[in-house]
T-cell receptor, first 113, second 113 residues
Framework: QKEVEQDPGPLSVPEGAIVSLNCTYS??????FMWYRQYSRKGPELLMY??SSGNKEDGRFTAQVDKSSKYISLFIRDSQPSDSATYLC?????????????WGLGTSLAVNP | NAGVMQNPRHLVRRRGQEARLRCSPM?????VYWYRQLPEEGLKFMVY????????ESGMPKERFSAEFPKEGPSILRIQQVVRGDSAAYFC???????????FGPGTRLLVL
């Protein structure tokens, strides 16, 4: 079993839809949770990160962490064609010098005009 | 402030040759991470360096691969005697401190013939 599971999609939605992207994980010690966006042939771009449980909002993006279920989500409101990309979740422990990020495989999203 | 720079963007090598990948972090960032990305495997952590020090190389193969981040100049990921299985996209990321805020370069796509 992978430490971080993410449905690869592809996910196809019409413009303006609310998008829900999710990851599950097996290590209950993970404390930091990140969402990155990666356009084709580009490097990943950090969208937001959260520490422990709770919600965080940034513009059209909302990240949620449910540690009891080991489940994290990224919601995109009013989705735009420019949101079409692969979305990667990543997470890490909060332990001394352990700075290694563990990544999901990514979910491919297509927003259709 | 220029982003993370990587060069070359594309590199073609024959089996047995050496590949040298360069990464210039963002200004003011003293932490560098190297990752390898394959479509079926996602992003895999290779090594984490601070200036002149390798902090965590647990994701890097013990043979043929080495990394450095000298006091002056870019970080270098070196692959000796490349094999076809080394073909992948190699990304570096830099951070001012917190590993949750990693900024990625555009990647180097290595093709081994």
């Amino acid at each position: 079993q992978k430490e971080v599971e993410q449905d690869p999609g592809p996910l196809s939605v019409p413009e303006g839809a609310i998008v829900s992207l999710n990851c599950t994980y097996s290590n209950s010690a993970f404390q930091y949770f990140m969402w990155y966006r990666q356009y084709s042939r580009k490097g990943p771009e950090l969208l937001m990160y959260t520490y422990s449980s709770g919600n965080k909002e940034d513009g059209r993006f909302t990240a949620q962490v449910d540690k009891s279920s080991k489940y994290i989500s990224l919601f995109i409101r009013d989705s735009q064609p420019s949101d079409s990309a692969t979305y990667l979740c990543a997470m890490r422990l909060d332990a001394g010098n352990n700075r290694k990020l563990i990544w999901g495989l990514g979910t491919s999203l297509a927003v259709n005009p | 402030n220029a982003g993370v720079m990587q060069n070359p963007r594309h590199l073609v090598r024959r089996r047995g040759q050496e590949a040298r990948l360069r990464c210039s972090p963002m200004k003011g960032h003293s932490h560098v991470y190297w990752y390898r990305q394959l479509p079926e495997e996602g992003l895999k952590f290779m090594v984490y360096l601070q200036k002149e020090n390798i902090i965590d190389e647990s994701g890097m193969p013990k043979e043929r691969f080495s990394a450095e981040f000298p006091k002056e100049g870019p970080s270098i990921l070196r692959i000796q005697q490349v094999v076809r299985g080394d073909s992948a996209a190699y990304f570096c990321a830099s951070s001012p401190g917190r590993p949750e805020t990693q900024y990625f370069g555009p990647g180097t796509r290595l093709l081994v013939l």
